[in-house]
């Protein structure tokens, strides 16, 4: 089945560690986001990539890191220097020209990082 | 500095009615709306979406209706049903690859 696949589902960090959250899709999609989700907020961009090996910074890169050296895949590394790094954190994916107009992206069933 | 707004972070409706959910948004340059649907602990799912050439787009139970002048779009679920109880996401593009979200309103459909 196509779609996007997230792992891991769960993940504890140790303050002033790194994790790389990993995000596979094989929908032939050339666009791929992360977005983060705070409880009772929107989602908010963190990086995004329109082609593989290049990427750009969403509303809140500060303190993550992106790579994009394949198509398929897009994993987002969380580094110490996040802050406040517990949330709720969903790649996507998108075929820009899909559709008349606009957009649409799809979504993973998300990733939980929690500091401990 | 929040572009798309969802002023009503929950709505209460009886299974069988209608659902309507509002959303604002602040940038002249969106042309692009989407309505996203997610259950806890899940990613969200496309549901609907609309051009900045419409002005209405209907799918099975669900409607979006988008008012241009007052950059104001709802998305209407007719009728509700128990399974429609989720958070949902207004999203809105400037034909670019972002998208910006509002913060969600939660739908609890009562039996």
């Known amino acids: 089945d196509g779609g996007i696949t997230q792992s891991p589902k769960y993940l504890f960090r140790k303050e002033g560690q790194n994790v790389t959250l990993s995000c596979e899709q094989n929908l032939n999609h050339d666009a791929m986001y992360w977005y983060r989700q705070d409880p009772g907020q929107g989602l908010r961009l963190i990086y995004y990539s329109q082609i593989v090996n290049d990427f750009q910074k969403g509303d809140i890169a500060e303190g993550y890191s992106v790579s994009r050296e394949k198509k398929e895949s897009f994993p987002l590394t969380v580094t110490s220097a996040q802050k406040n790094p517990t949330a709720f954190y969903l790649c996507?994916?998108?075929?820009?020209?899909?559709?008349?107009?606009?957009?649409?992206?799809?979504f993973g069933e998300g990733s939980w990082l929690t500091v401990v | 500095d929040q572009q798309v707004k969802q002023n009503s972070p929950s709505l209460s409706v009886q299974e069988g009615r209608i659902s309507i959910l509002n959303c604002d948004y602040t940038?002249?340059?969106?042309?692009?709306f989407l309505w996203y649907k997610k259950y806890p602990a899940e990613g969200p799912t496309f549901l609907i979406s609309?051009?900045?050439?419409?002005d209405k787009n209907e799918d099975g139970r669900f409607t979006v209706f988008l008012n241009k002048s007052a950059k104001h779009l709802s998305l209407h679920i007719v009728p509700s049903q128990p399974g429609d109880s989720a958070v949902y996401f207004c999203?809105?593009?400037?034909?670019?690859?972002?998208?910006?979200f509002g913060a969600g309103t939660t739908v609890t459909v009562r039996a």
């Open positions: 940038n002249s340059m969106f042309d692009y």
């Open positions: 609309i051009s900045s050439i419409k």
């Open positions: 996507a994916s998108s075929h820009p020209g899909q559709g008349a107009f606009g957009n649409t992206i799809y």
């Open positions: 999203a809105a593009s400037a034909n670019d690859y972002k998208l910006s």
